[in-house]
């Protein structure tokens, strides 16, 4: 199985802090989060702090721009210091209170949910009116695409830049399945005509293991590498791929309609973002080369297409 993390140990990571902080390091552990950064915990004096090594400038760049831009409204840990060691990238935050949720009992799960809506209702609210375009949010804080459906069907292209450039070889060279990929791209591609033309902000990878929550409140939504302009229920879809046991859509269904909302083509969008989601899974499970990922995917991705049907 492959890792596409940068190659940092926890010796390296202190010795590179050693430089960085004036003050000693203390407590430095690793924090298992993510597929492309290497993330420590430490602490510097009397405070406590989180340092993550990325792969690329850009992201750094791009998710110290999330973070100044939108964390007075959200739950978004604080960017103390950036810059690059050895040539590899950095970000230093403010360590949250608390927890990944994930990592917490199911009693606590639950008892979470509500402020988890309330914090996603905040994100729905946030004004993006003086960006431009959907897609993926760039350092300059714009996006590219035109329209939420071009994004969706640009992101599976043969042409890509980045960590996706080249993909398609996967078909020949790995376990990456043209005839199911094929299958599942036209369904989503069928059901994206019933995205809406109002832009939102996006986490792009809102899951459970992203979420730090401390007696049942939402602390910090981290990980901000993947966000973008779109559709608001492209993050509910995520979540329930990966949970469905919350049943955190048909919660924010339910807050809606409290509220005298509605969210229009409820289900279409749901499906349609999961199967996304899923082939950007298979695409990526297959490149990590990782087979018994790939196949629950997969075993997901065919459920979602008879529901689709």
Known sequence: MKSFKPEM????ARHHLQTIEPMAIEGLAPIEMGELSKVFRYQAGTRSFVIHFKSSQETVDKVKLISERYSPELPIPRIVKVGTCDGLPYTITEEAAG???????????IRVIPDLIQRFAA???????????????????????????????SSFKEEQEGFHEGWTALFESSFLEKDVFDRVYETMIGLAQYAPQERYLVHGDFHLGNMLSDNG????????????YGDFMFDAAVLHL??????????LLEHWERE????????????CY???????????????????SYDFMKSKVI???????
């Open 9 to 12: 140990t926890i010796e390296r």
């Open 99 to 109: 927890a990944p949720v994930i990592a917490q009992g199911k009693e606590e799960i």
């Open 123 to 153: 994100m729905n609210r946030i004004r993006v009116d003086d960006t431009s375009g959907f897609g993926w949010i760039t350092p300059s804080g714009e996006s590219s695409s035109a329209a939420w459906a071009d994004w969706l069907a």
């Open 217 to 228: 409140r939402i602390t910090a939504i981290v990980d901000w590498e993947m966000a973008m």
């Open 242 to 251: 990966w949970v469905p046991q919350i049943k955190f859509p048909q919660r």
């Open 260 to 271: 005298g909302k509605e969210i229009p083509h409820f289900e279409e969008r749901l499906v």
């Open 274 to 292: 999961q199967l996304f989601k899923g082939l950007d899974g298979l695409r990526f499970y297959a490149k990590k080369d990782h087979k018994p």
């Open 303 to 309: 459920e979602l297409l008879k529901q689709a049907e």
